[in-house]
């Protein structure tokens, strides 16, 4: 049952939720439901009112040992401008520390098909390719855990490729991954599990490969329109 | 332990590379100081006032001043991307995160002190030669306390629509205790007197930095909570 407040008004109110190792979870709402707030109590950034949260057995929010296992994708690239792609990455590795940081910071931008503006500063990058690099960043240390904001955001059809093949490869290693999206489409095709949140609670909470597409497209809509 | 140094020395390194590529923050300080020290020195009675006498308090003033430029900064650098929350989410420890800003601006305070304190030895005619050892002894231990309290309310002031205003506003109650034996140790050896004269000011000096390095280091982590 894990909560939130900020003054009066509960940003995340009760929520339980069960997301086992090797699951996906494609998290929807409408502005304002709590996804983000839930997100960054997941991730340690902030604490619940009351509850606690376990993903893939792993406690959160945790000390540094816990916070190792996981990477943060947010709707902020998390970036320095005045570093470079490659400085940016390595920056991050050497904070978890990676082995061999460098050769596994060259990995992850090649894997975000990166790796040929790796020396160029993050500030003479689009909003796409940046995107790109806060994806490698968050990754580069092979997190079990993955919390994603709007981690297409800016992304080009490459790059949403790259990130869709990744989180998916990361998936079928053991991972476990929470992905906030307002894209139906794109959450629904790379989840295992999809819920809709809004005024703080879960309001809907199914496996995807038993969702109907059209009803739960309706039942998101009816939200969204209601919420607002 | 050696691990909460070594993480603070990685992200002290990013904030000077930083710094080092941009220079928007010690270029200003820099400047400041300089301007400073011109100011005073128009403004003086040299008839009124000997340059001895005069001279430590332009330094500190200055000091103190150019410091909360660079400790602005200090917390500044993380905001436009959020960096800030990947440190927070990185296995990093809190207290890591306070020293590495802490070291960073430290150095950059001192390498203000390195252009300020041979320019007022020059505008005010002081022959520091002799003393420019013990002085920048004082100057760096002074440091580390203006930086530690600095630090820490920018820290706390980041978040804030008033952080220019705030920073200063806190800070500054804080300063004091280390300007004042700081300035009256200058000027004890500016003024020619042994250093050993000056000892129960060091001491008072050192006694301020291990309680405020200490104290704000173990308070950081409290800011932090939204």
Not at chain 2, 120 to 129: D, I, R
Request: proline share 4%; aromatic share 8%; charged share 15%.
């Amino acid at each position: 049952m894990l909560s939130r407040s900020f003054g009066r008004r509960k940003a995340v109110d009760g929520i339980t939720l069960t997301i086992n190792s090797g699951e996906i979870l494609a998290l929807f709402g409408p502005n304002g439901a709590g996804k983000t707030t839930l997100l960054r109590l997941l991730a340690g950034l902030l604490k619940p009112t009351a509850g606690t949260a376990q993903i893939g057995g792993v406690s959160l929010p945790g000390g540094p040992s816990v916070r190792r296992r996981i990477g943060i994708v947010s709707h902020h690239t998390l970036l320095y401008e005045a570093f470079t792609a490659r400085e940016n990455v390595e920056f991050a590795a050497r904070l978890y520390r990676v082995k061999n940081f460098r050769q596994e910071s060259a990995r992850a931008l090649e894997r975000m098909h990166i790796l040929d503006r790796a020396d160029t500063p993050v500030r003479a990058l689009s909003r796409g390719l940046r995107q790109r690099v806060s994806v490698a960043r968050a990754t580069v240390h092979q997190p079990e855990v993955i919390l994603a904001d709007e981690p297409f955001t800016g992304l080009d059809i490459l790059g949403a490729t790259a990130l869709s093949g990744l989180l998916e490869s990361l998936r079928v290693s053991g991972a476990t991954i929470v992905v906030v999206t307002h894209n139906l489409e794109e959450g629904l095709s790379l989840s295992t599990h999809a819920a809709i949140m809004d005024k703080g609670r879960i309001a809907e909470l199914s496996q995807t490969s038993m969702i109907d597409r059209q009803i739960f497209a309706d039942r998101y809509r009816q939200i969204v329109t209601t919420s607002g | 332990m050696v691990e909460v140094f070594r993480d603070a020395w990685i992200i002290a390194r990013k904030d000077l590379t930083i710094e080092f590529r941009t220079r928007s923050a010690f270029l200003s300080a820099v400047v400041f100081a300089l301007l400073g020290i011109v100011i005073f020195y128009f403004a003086w009675d040299s008839s009124a006032v000997s340059a001895v006498d005069l001279a430590p308090g332009v330094l500190w003033v200055i000091f103190t001043f150019s410091a909360l430029l660079g400790m602005h900064r200090s917390f500044g650098v993380e905001q436009p991307d959020r960096g800030i929350d990947g440190l927070l989410a990185s296995p990093v420890a809190r207290e890591s995160i306070f020293l590495g800003k802490a070291i960073a601006n430290l150095i950059f305070v001192l390498a203000v002190q390195a252009i300020a304190i041979p320019a007022v030895g020059l505008f005010y005619g002081l022959p520091l030669g002799d003393v420019a050892l013990p002085l920048a002894g004082i100057a760096t231990m002074a440091a580390i306390g203006l930086v530690a309290v600095g630090t820490l309310f920018s820290a706390m002031a980041v978040n804030t629509r008033l952080a220019e205003l705030l920073l200063p506003m806190l800070s500054l109650p804080f300063f004091v205790p280390v300007v004042i034996p700081a300035a009256q140790a200058t000027a004890k050896l500016m003024s020619g007197r042994p250093v050993g004269e000056a000892g129960p000011w060091l001491k008072l000096l050192l006694a301020f930095d291990i309680v405020f390095v200490v104290a704000c280091t173990l308070a950081y982590p409290f800011t932090l909570e939204e």
